[in-house]
């Protein structure tokens, strides 16, 4: 499909299949504030423009663990501008393992922005999906979880120590649960500790050891967050 003007997918919209959306003479060539969702099954549609999503827009793919990985792909021969919901489906009963990784949308111009919501594919207790911006893609990796990576973002540091010592003895929310006891305690911080400055590896198995942190740093970074708690609770009492 080639046009003068550019495609709206209105809120409610819904573009669907394979082939190419075309601009002639460039530009956005797709604005989506409804449904993106390539394919009939496993298939590619192809941009020839930019593309931006609004929030209100969701870009639905399938991808496909078996027996080799197989994706929807948003192939954009322009720039993309996201937000809005980022939607992955995988057929029920197929099993996805760590480094399992799916280009989701391509772009010559470039990537900005990104999905605001995520809504993925069910994973096990020691792995999680990561979603990674380049310039030129999106791509969903299924990633270990090293344990004491309370915010999930594939590394253990000082912002996982925060959201332990924030969720300190809850018994519901327990993604600081690092030794699943079923509560946020200090066999937590051990687990942060002791796996501090790991990195998960996509692609493998193996969780690469960055930095030990020195025990004065530990230390320093314990005391810097009792102040900030002590002095909220100050003006808390006055
Ligand atoms: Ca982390
Ligand atoms: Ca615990």
Do not use: C
Not at 37 to 62: E, H, Y
Not at 66 to 82: Q, R, W
Not at 217 to 231: K, P, W
């Amino acid at each position: 499909m080639t046009g003068l003007t550019m495609l709206q997918n209105g809120a409610g919209g819904l573009v669907k299949g394979s082939g190419t959306i075309a601009r002639s003479g460039g530009g956005t060539a797709l604005v989506n504030q409804g449904i993106v969702a390539p394919g009939d099954g496993i298939q590619t549609l192809s941009i020839g423009g930019d593309f931006q999503q609004l929030p209100t827009g969701r870009l639905k793919l399938d991808i496909d663990t078996g027996p080799t990985l197989k994706n929807d792909l948003l192939a954009i021969d322009g720039a993309a501008s996201l937000a809005g919901a980022l939607e992955v489906s995988l057929p029920l009963g197929e099993i996805v393992t760590i480094g399992d990784s799916f280009t989701l949308l391509t772009a010559t111009h470039g990537v900005t922005g990104i999905f605001d919501q995520l809504a993925l594919p069910a994973l096990g207790s020691a792995i999680f999906w990561t979603v990674q911006y380049s310039s030129s893609d999106v791509r969903l990796t299924a990633t270990e979880l090293i344990p004491g990576d309370y915010n999930r973002d594939a590394v253990v540091d000082s912002n996982d120590f925060i959201i332990w010592r924030r969720s300190l003895g809850w018994t519901t929310n327990l993604v600081a649960d690092g030794n699943g006891n079923g509560i946020v305690d200090d066999g937590d911080y051990d687990v942060w500790r002791l796996h501090f400055g790991q990195i998960a590896a996509p692609g493998s198995n193996a969780a690469a050891n960055a930095a030990v942190p020195e025990p004065t740093s530990l230390v320093m970074l314990v005391a810097a967050v009792i102040v900030v708690t002590l002095s909220t609770s100050r003006s808390v009492v006055n």
